[in-house]
């Protein structure tokens, strides 16, 4: 299953990458998101590039049909920032199931104008689990879809409380 998400911001692109990455704005977001744990594992700049790994397991509970399957909510994130090009690879890992599970995507920041940019996440989820693997593929989808509009709701939150430049 594909998936595209999008939010549009006031800021530019290199300032969003680099509250992105700014352990204040990290630390907030994923307490607004929900994150039961977050331990940052790996975070590593090379030229144009940064890798970041995290550990991450969301307090949300498994819908009953699915619990059978997935019992461990836990995954970790293994993001690679090319700067020079403004787009994130992404690819989650989960806690279980790792044979089973296939998620990866492309996060970019485009600008809109100046002092304005688009932040869009699209990419592909496939879970190979019979009778089961179409429905968590979309309950995941549903899931990710309100996580990147609290994200955003929250980004520009952060952003009105931000000192003007």
């Known amino acids: 299953m594909n998936f595209t998400f999008s939010h549009d911001f006031d800021i530019d692109p290199e300032s969003f990458w680099k509250m992105f990455f700014s352990e204040a704005y990290e630390a907030e977001l994923f307490r607004r998101l929900k994150m039961r744990t977050f331990t940052v594992l790996e975070r590593r700049e090379e ?81 190979s689990v019979p009778l089961l693997g179409g429905k968590i593929e979309k309950f995941m989808v549903d899931k990710m879809r309100e996580g990147y509009d609290t994200a955003a709701a929250f980004t520009r939150e952060w952003l009105q409380r931000q000192p003007a430049a």
């Open 47 to 127: 030229g144009n590039s940064l890798w970041r790994k995290v550990k991450l397991e969301p307090e949300g509970d498994v819908p009953a049909w699915a619990s059978s399957v997935v019992r461990d909510t836990g995954y970790t994130e293994h993001d690679h920032l090319h700067r020079d090009r403004s787009v994130m690879d992404v690819t989650i890992e989960p806690a279980m199931m790792k044979e089973r599970f296939h998620l990866t995507g492309i996060f970019k920041v485009t600008p809109l104008g100046p002092g304005r940019c688009r932040r869009e996440f699209s990419g592909e989820i496939r879970i």
